[in-house]
T-cell receptor, first 114, second 116 residues
Framework: KAGVTQTPRYLIKTRGQQVTLSCSPISGHRSVSWYQQTPGQGLQFLFEYFSETQRNKGNFPGRFSGRQFSNSRSEMNVSTLELGDSALYLC?????????????FGQGTRLTVV | AQTVTQSQPEMSVQEAETVTLSCTYDTSESDYYLFWYKQPPSRQMILVIRQEAYKQQNATENRFSVNFQKAAKSFSLKISDSQLGDAAMYFCAYRSGEDSNYQLIWGAGTKLIIKP
């Protein structure tokens, strides 16, 4: 079956702009989580959506937001981009309703803010 | 709050040898999961092995095994018969056993170099 698909793979934006990243989970998976990966801060949890509802949220400013659609696809949006938002953004999907469930990751979107 | 610590930024091993990557964590929870993920240059996170805290038996997946010491809050990964394809960043991660909490808390990672 198809894996987790993130689009686009690479993105270059200017400070102050906004950006939308997309994640299509594995078919049947209802949970989508987003992580930011940077050399300085490592991997940090942004938020998790399950059945169109944000279930958990990390410690990021309000400029970072997300949503999930009825087909479980998820988008995350970053407004008023800052240089520090340059990172690899990873999406993970899982069934979301079983305790012992594995998270499958996409290949990430590399965002560069100039 | 839970934390995960990987104290080895980089490790190297000769091909076919055995290497152990260290991970310690801090939590007040009794029910949780621990994972080792591999991130090759392709950047995609791949699950290597997982351990449920309530299981005393150490998890094993082919050449990969863990040494889970719950009292010491230690979770090391042993790679036997190292292969060139094992070269990657390895991340230790923690997840609460609480229902509806799928957040992964990550260590800083260990870069594993395989010498041919």
């Amino acid at each position: 079956k198809a894996g987790v698909t993130q689009t686009p793979r690479y993105l270059i934006k200017t400070r102050g702009q906004q950006v939308t990243l997309s994640c299509s989970p594995i078919s049947g998976h209802r949970s989508v989580s987003w992580y930011q990966q940077t050399p300085g801060q490592g991997l940090q949890f942004l938020f998790e959506y399950f059945s169109e509802t944000q279930r958990n949220k990390g410690n990021f400013p309000g400029r970072f937001s997300g949503r999930q659609f009825s087909n479980s696809r998820s988008e995350m949006n970053v407004s008023t981009l800052e240089l520090g938002d340059s990172a690899l953004y990873l999406c993970a999907s899982s069934l979301g309703h079983l305790r012992n469930t594995e998270a499958f990751f996409g290949q990430g979107t590399r965002l560069t803010v100039v | 709050a839970q934390t995960v610590t990987q104290s080895q930024p980089e490790m190297s091993v000769q091909e076919a040898e055995t290497v152990t990557l260290s991970c310690t964590y801090d939590t007040s929870e009794s029910d949780y999961y621990l994972f080792w993920y591999k991130q090759p240059p392709s950047r995609q996170m791949i699950l290597v092995i997982r351990q449920e805290a309530y299981k005393q038996q150490n998890a094993t997946e082919n050449r990969f095994s863990v040494n889970f010491q719950k009292a010491a809050k230690s979770f090391s990964l042993k790679i036997s018969d190292s292969q060139l394809g094992d070269a990657a960043m390895y991340f230790c991660a923690y997840r609460s056993g609480e229902d509806s909490n799928y957040q992964l808390i990550w260590g800083a990672g260990t870069k594993l170099i395989i010498k041919p």
